[in-house]
């Protein structure tokens, strides 16, 4: 285990560091992920929906039977209408809408489980104070699986998208929150601080 | 079903002897190459939905560190 005491040097210090820094980048982006693909499904789902009411509208027999399309501007209207509609349909299976939304599902449910394990590893180092092989052991595990969901992430996500993201990780995840090894000075200073 | 034709066939008047194989020099500069070609290609794969910026870190706000 990675104790941290008060001979503890600053090369230990800046391994444990180290450490932390790999497990809570990947907590924090696990959360960011989980929110991203969140809002990724919802707006595929909004697409999805729209195209299908789109053309169920366009396709039936008593909307095209509507005075309106036989008057005047409504021909006109009713011919572009129904060319929009014949190239949904056309466009329609080629955007494979239900593939996409079932690998957005898969990432948010992968990128959830991934935070919810994450986060049992940070609350154990917060409770020890400290860093043990078996939490770096366990990280590793949960890396691996990071990786294999990686491989179908999006491949230019919104960086305007994920930097509001992170802001709201961050208010939910607060930095400070985050346990690491203080060194001796700055460790009296808070006991001090905690007694008063 | 592979067609007869989609076979290679060499010419009857190509009866060139095969190029010789790369000594192990050679060899050596090829594999070089593809590693790092190989290299070049996992660098120039795309960015994974990984943070755009980099997280704050608790012992940032140290002035002792």
């Known amino acids: 285990m990675l104790t941290i005491l008060p001979t503890t040097t600053a090369d230990e210090r800046a391994k444990v560091k180290a450490h932390l820094k790999e497990i809570y980048d990947a907590y924090r982006s696990a959360s960011m992920n989980c929110t991203y693909y969140e809002r990724q499904l919802k707006k595929t789902h909004c697409i999805a929906k729209a195209f299908e009411i789109g053309l169920a509208v366009l396709n039936s027999s008593a909307v095209a039977a509507w005075v309106i399309w036989k008057e005047g501007f409504g021909t006109t209207l009713w011919k572009i209408l129904s060319g929009f509609a014949v ?42 104070q400290s860093i043990s092989t078996q939490d770096w052991k366990r990280f590793k595990e949960i890396d691996a699986n990071i990786k294999k969901l990686a491989e179908k992430d999006d491949l230019s996500p919104s960086k305007k998208e994920l930097r509001k993201i ?14 690491y090894p203080k060194n001796a000075s700055a460790q009296k200073e808070n006991d001090n601080a905690a007694r008063q | 079903m592979p067609q007869d034709n989609d076979r290679f066939h060499p010419r009857e008047s190509d009866h060139s002897p095969p190029p010789p194989l790369p000594s192990r020099e050679d060899r050596h500069i090829i594999e070089r190459r593809e590693e790092s070609s190989h290299e070049k290609l996992e660098k120039s794969l795309p960015p994974t939905n990984q943070a755009p910026d980099p997280w704050p870190q608790p012992w940032d706000s140290d002035s002792d560190e």
């Open chain 1, 87 to 128: 190239v949904v349909a056309i466009i329609h299976p080629i955007l494979k809408i239900s593939v996409e939304i079932e690998r957005l599902t898969k990432q948010r449910t992968g990128y959830n489980d991934l935070f919810h394990d994450l986060r049992v590893v940070v609350r154990d180092i917060q409770i020890a």
């Open chain 1, 166 to 179: 992170m802001k709201e990780v961050l208010h939910e995840i607060p930095t400070d929150s985050l346990w």
